[in-house]
């Protein structure tokens, strides 16, 4: 078969995205191997492609929390019906999710467990425990896990049933130190969703409704997808004293006196794999910002088995491997289909190399992000190919934050943004007066939920967009996954 043909095979396997974006979603997770469907519903296999970008999204943001003094623990899978009942507000928001276990082998158990949903009263538990002085504050713990909540409808990454996270729980003295937390989290979710992901977001506090059950507030970070559909893509809670209450975690201050701690908690899902494909993709597949990318650059050795062809990819390969991450590709397939396999991965950069490159102690470099070719010495590739990488990252983040601002709107009353949304989805600014009635009724009239009443206001008009009277807040409202 011709290579054009074997390409034009390949990439036609995926869905047009803008015939039908949903079904585009899912022939890019399989057609770039990120994950499979298991014989469980609702629960998805993680491929070694997507597992690996979980990996390093991991890796870069567990340094983060690091830096900011947080510390790694592990806390049980299974939590007693007693434990998980003892903050009522909490266990209510969960209760239509949560996976019950009822017998151990043939015995059916005394008290049912719970298959944790998160981790808020596991935590608690042991801080009671734990927290005795002043001096043992803060604690600032997080942990890698993965958690089960039963959702009905679901979608590989997006919401499974199982799904893997880190969910950070600390505790402090004083409210000021946990509100200081709650937003130090949300500010590195926000970095590195725009520095490593491309991914720029919006930031801002949840709304009553909206809010993390039994917090006092919580915080989001939304991204904005291709189809104009809005992504919860980080959030932290502060959750005040209340947990410190129902669970009696006190400590004796400086002046010998007991007190309630307060508390944060603060999650980041794979999920945000789900956001970079239906951010960054097109309709060849996958496009991975290179701080995002298990593979930043692929080495093609085209008729590889000419004299020196190999060699010199493989000597490339070894040069490269000190400075970026790299593979190399020496497959029996045809250079063409090599190709679009790549292209449908989101590899940043592909180095072609063949006879007639070695010629001229040369390569070709090719952009996934523009499809850009290049022509690079040899002798300059340790150079050029980062050099490169830090455009493809900067360029992708460009496009996102200029199609965020394109697809940003105002809307005065509610029809209004219900035709700005069937028109061309996006985010609507809108005032809002903080009842929750108006919310239900515009979620009703437009299919918008809110998404985050912004920390940066803005005085659109002094009424709200649903009952026309006075105003308190400026919120992003939109249609979200």
Same mark, same amino acid.
């Given at each position: 078969m011709p290579k054009e043909k074997e390409k034009e095979k390949l990439v036609e396997a995926i869905t047009d995205r803008e015939k039908d974006f949903a079904q585009w979603y899912t022939d890019v997770v399989k057609k770039a191997d990120l994950a499979d469907?298991?014989?469980?519903?609702?629960?998805?296999?993680?491929?070694?492609?997507?597992?690996?970008?979980?990996?390093?999204?991991?890796?870069?943001?567990?340094?983060?929390?690091?830096?900011?003094? $947080?510390?790694?623990?592990?806390?049980?899978?299974l939590i007693t019906e007693s434990l998980l009942q003892k903050e009522k507000d909490h266990v209510a928001g969960f209760a239509p999710e949560v996976a019950w276990i009822t017998?151990?082998?043939?015995?059916k158990l005394t008290e049912k467990l719970c298959i944790r949903p998160t981790s808020e009263t596991l935590f608690c538990s042991h801080?009671? !425990?734990?927290?005795?002085?002043?001096?043992?504050?803060?604690?600032?713990? !997080?942990?890698?896990c993965s958690v089960v909540r039963w959702e009905k409808t679901t979608r590989p990454f997006l919401r499974?049933?199982?799904?893997?996270?880190?969910?950070? $729980?600390?505790? $402090?003295?004083?409210?000021?130190?946990?509100?200081?937390?709650?937003?130090?989290?949300? !500010?590195?979710?926000?970095?590195?969703?725009?520095?490593?992901?491309?991914?720029?977001?919006?930031?801002?506090?949840?709304?009553?409704?909206?809010?993390?059950?039994?917090?006092?507030?919580?915080?989001?970070?939304?991204?904005?997808?291709?189809?104009?559909?809005?992504?919860?893509s980080g959030t932290t809670h502060n959750f005040g004293d209340g947990f410190a209450r129902a669970f009696g975690i006190q400590y004796t201050?400086?002046?010998?006196?007991?007190?309630?701690?307060?508390?944060?908690?603060?999650?980041?899902?794979?999920?945000?794999?789900?956001?970079?494909?239906?951010?960054?993709?097109?309709?060849?597949?996958?496009?991975?910002?290179?701080?995002?990318?298990?593979?930043?650059?692929?080495?093609?050795?085209?008729?590889?088995?000419?004299?020196?062809?190999?060699?010199?990819?493989?000597?490339?390969?070894?040069?490269?491997?000190?400075?970026?991450?790299?593979?190399?590709?020496?497959?029996?397939?045809?250079?063409?289909?090599?190709?679009?396999?790549?292209?449908?991965?989101?590899?940043?950069?592909?180095?072609?190399?063949?006879?007639?490159?070695?010629?001229? !102690?040369?390569a070709v470099l090719v952009r996934r992000d523009t499809g850009a070719k290049t022509i690079v010495s040899l002798d300059a590739m340790e150079t050029a190919a980062p050099a490169l990488l830090t455009e493809i990252q900067a360029n992708l983040l460009a496009q996102a934050r200029q199609r965020l601002h394109e697809r940003t709107y105002t809307a005065a009353d509610a029809e209004e943004m219900r035709k700005i949304l069937d028109a061309s989805p996006g985010f609507v600014k809108a005032m809002w007066c903080g009842r929750e009635a108006c919310e239900d009724q515009i979620?009703?009239?437009?299919?918008?939920?809110?998404?985050?009443?912004?920390?940066?206001?803005?005085?659109?008009?002094?009424?709200?967009?649903?009952c026309g009277e006075k105003a308190e807040k400026m919120v992003y409202w939109a249609r979200a996954y």
């Open positions: 469907y298991s014989e469980v519903g609702g629960c998805v296999i993680f491929r070694p492609y997507g597992y690996a970008i979980w990996e390093l999204m991991r890796q870069q943001m567990d340094e983060r929390f690091k830096a900011t003094g $947080h510390e790694n623990v592990y806390m049980p899978l017998h151990g082998g043939q015995e801080y009671a !425990n734990l927290i005795q002085s002043y001096r043992d504050l803060p604690k600032l713990y !997080n942990q890698w499974t049933r199982e799904f893997l996270w880190q969910e950070g $729980h600390t505790a $402090h003295a004083t409210a000021e130190e946990a509100q200081e937390e709650t937003i130090r989290m949300l !500010n590195i979710y926000a970095e590195f969703c725009e520095n490593v992901l491309a991914i720029p977001v919006m930031k801002g506090q949840k709304t009553e409704s909206e809010k993390f059950a039994g917090a006092m507030a919580t915080y989001t970070i939304e991204s904005l997808m291709h189809d104009g559909k809005a992504l919860q201050d400086k002046n010998n006196q007991l007190q309630y701690v307060h508390q944060t908690s603060w999650g980041f899902s794979t999920r945000m794999i789900g956001g970079l494909i239906m951010v960054h993709g097109d309709n060849s597949g996958l496009v991975l910002p290179p701080n995002a990318a298990p593979v930043q650059v692929i080495i093609i050795p085209v008729a590889a088995h000419k004299e020196g062809v190999l060699e010199a990819a493989k000597a490339m390969q070894e040069r490269l491997s000190k400075i970026v991450r790299v593979k190399m590709d020496n497959s029996d397939r045809s250079p063409g289909w090599r190709f679009s396999e790549h292209e449908m991965k989101g590899v940043p950069l592909r180095l072609e190399i063949g006879p007639k490159d070695l010629e001229k !102690n040369q979620k009703e009239q437009t299919g918008a939920s809110s998404r985050c009443i912004p920390f940066e206001q803005e005085r659109i008009s002094d009424v709200c967009v649903c």
